[in-house]
């Protein structure tokens, strides 16, 4: 699998498109401060990818009940923030301290999350604004979605949609 090797070396890949997907090692820091230097409204846009959801333990501090039901049924790509992100780069939290993300329930993303055995991040970004700043290698992108539909989850099961 090319984008697991590319991952393991470089700590980022694109797949292919525009808007380009950039998806990242959370554990590579510097590459994270460099992204939120260069990609507008940062905080909104980066997503913490997941491949089970037992890993929402991992990663929210608290997680409002509903969101087992939610996230477990979606059949749409769905983004879920939640109120109270950990366990991440203070760079990948929302301004709110809350963390935006996606359970990939199959296809190449999720298995590449099952091979590189944690959490990954991405960004969706113009093609065009990275093309001199930040070398990136391309994989097919066979099966990636942008989200459908984002919503917000509090803590006391309040649901806002963020877009639907």
Partial sequence: MKSLEILKEKGIFALQG?????????KKEEMLLVLKSLVFDFD??????????????????KIPEIAWDI????????????????????AILRQDGGIRIRLMKEGEVN?????FKKALYCIAVSKNEFVDKLPVE???????????????????????????
């Fill in 18 to 26: 525009d808007p380009q997907i950039l998806i990242g090692d959370v």
């Fill in 44 to 61: 909104n846009k980066v997503i913490l990818l997941i491949h089970d959801i037992s890993q929402l333990y991992d990663y929210v501090g």
């Fill in 71 to 90: 996230v477990d049924f979606a059949e749409d790509p769905l983004d879920v923030v939640y109120p109270a992100g950990k366990n991440v780069s203070p």
């Fill in 111 to 115: 298995n590449l999350l099952k091979r």
């Fill in 138 to 164: 391309e994989v097919d992108n066979k099966d990636f979605k942008l989200a459908t539909k984002i919503i917000k989850l509090e803590v006391n099961g309040e649901i806002r949609f963020l877009k639907n």
